[in-house]
């Protein structure tokens, strides 16, 4: 149980192009989001989180406008990285903390973005 | 705010030798303390978790953590190294409700056979 499903696991852009990253639960109904951003050898950084209806809530230093985050049912979010530029190239990793859960986020298998 | 230091960025291992990684954290309530593993290109897999009770915590794989208060500390553990567990390891720090996880730098394991 409790499993994460990340789409695409990989994606190549040109600079300028927007793409849509898909983050779902897929076997129980997930409340919060949660969005992260990793850079080669380095940690996770969390970019924001998503409740189910309602509007993202983003760390400091993180562009709402560049990357708009959409919770729009239990079993999916989604991560748009507008107007992409090579500095965006990063590995995204979602996870989701369902219905009963207070304490435990279950991790996506990450998403490759390289912009070009 | 919390936080999570993993001194060790990068440790080798001969396998079959035992295998101690370091965490601290930094956190004014009871933390929620993690331990994940990342293949490369992969996403977290989580190996332990502590929130309360017994501070000799047990996971998968044959990793063990424990729990020190007064050291502010959560060491993951294994007795015999596989090649297997050359892979990257995420310490992290959550608090109740978790809308604040935090991760640590990670330390990257090596394997020699």
């Known amino acids: 149980g409790a499993v994460v499903s990340q789409h695409p696991s990989w994606v190549i852009c040109k600079s300028g192009t927007s793409v849509k990253i898909e983050c779902r639960s897929l076997?129980?109904?997930?409340?919060?989001m949660f969005w992260y951003r990793q850079f080669p050898k380095q940690s996770l950084m969390l970019m924001a989180t998503?409740?189910?209806?309602?509007?993202?809530?983003?760390e400091q230093g993180v562009e709402k406008d560049k990357f708009l985050i959409n919770h729009a049912s239990l079993t999916l979010s989604t991560l748009t990285v507008t107007s992409a530029h090579p500095e965006d190239s990063s590995f995204y990793i979602c996870s989701a903390r369902g219905l009963q859960e207070t304490y435990e986020q279950y991790f996506g298998p990450g998403t490759r973005l390289t912009v070009t | 705010a919390q936080s999570v230091t993993q001194p060790d960025i990068h440790i080798t291992v001969s396998e079959g030798a035992s295998l101690e990684l370091r965490c601290n954290y930094s956190?004014?309530?009871?933390?929620?303390l993690f331990w994940y593993v990342q293949s490369p290109g992969q996403g977290l897999q989580l190996l332990l978790k502590y929130f309360s009770g017994d501070t000799l915590v047990q996971g998968i794989k044959g990793f063990e953590a424990e729990f020190k208060r007064s050291q502010s500390s959560f060491n993951l553990r294994k007795p015999s190294v596989h090649w297997s567990d050359a892979a990257e390891y995420f310490c992290a720090v959550g608090s109740y409700n978790n809308n604040d996880m935090r991760f640590g730098a990670g330390t990257r394991l090596t394997v020699k056979p």
């Open positions: 076997d129980f109904q997930a409340t919060t």
């Open positions: 956190y004014g309530a009871t933390p929620y």
């Open positions: 998503s409740n189910e209806g309602s509007k993202a809530t983003y």
